[in-house]
């Protein structure tokens, strides 16, 4: 079943900081830099998303966007408590923006405890190949996303608690589509 909800009119937002590249891209491929500085340019854009916005009850809902070579772009929506679980992009490169909603993001920190991070909409993540991440839309407001990866997205490794509490991969999947739960 899928709902079609109105969102709230999205709001102007001045540009986030630009990231600093970490490293030469792969021909042909984007830097997180890059990837956020394209979902920002495509979220600024409603005409291109908006339209096509959905909500799935089932679970998160995503549809493909129109992109440059090399780089895989997604529309993704949430409902309240849809989410991910904590997983890795393989060796893409990855940066998602909030386009309407708020989604929270959790990264392991020292100890290997999530620590949360609330992205309101016009806020955009990067992702570096190896970094784990899970994200969440722990508000009460459904949301909508917009997401890049480069190469685009071939395999996901999820991770967990092991025995002894540190984190370790649970499963590893071969996947083109965005933060999957398969
Ligand atoms: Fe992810």
Redesign the pocket.
Known sequence: MTLDLTLPPTTATAPAPRVAPVAAAAPGTLRTAELADLVRSIAARPDRWRPLVRFQESGRWWTRLDAPAGVDVWLLTWLPAQG?EL???GRSS?A?TVAAGTLTELRPGDDGAPVPQGFAAGRTQT?EPGDL???VNAGTEPAVSI?AYSPPLTR?TYWGAGPDGVLVPTRTVDTDE??TDA
């Open positions: 991910t997983h890795d992009h990855a998602f992702v991440h899970d994200v997401h996901m965005p933060e």
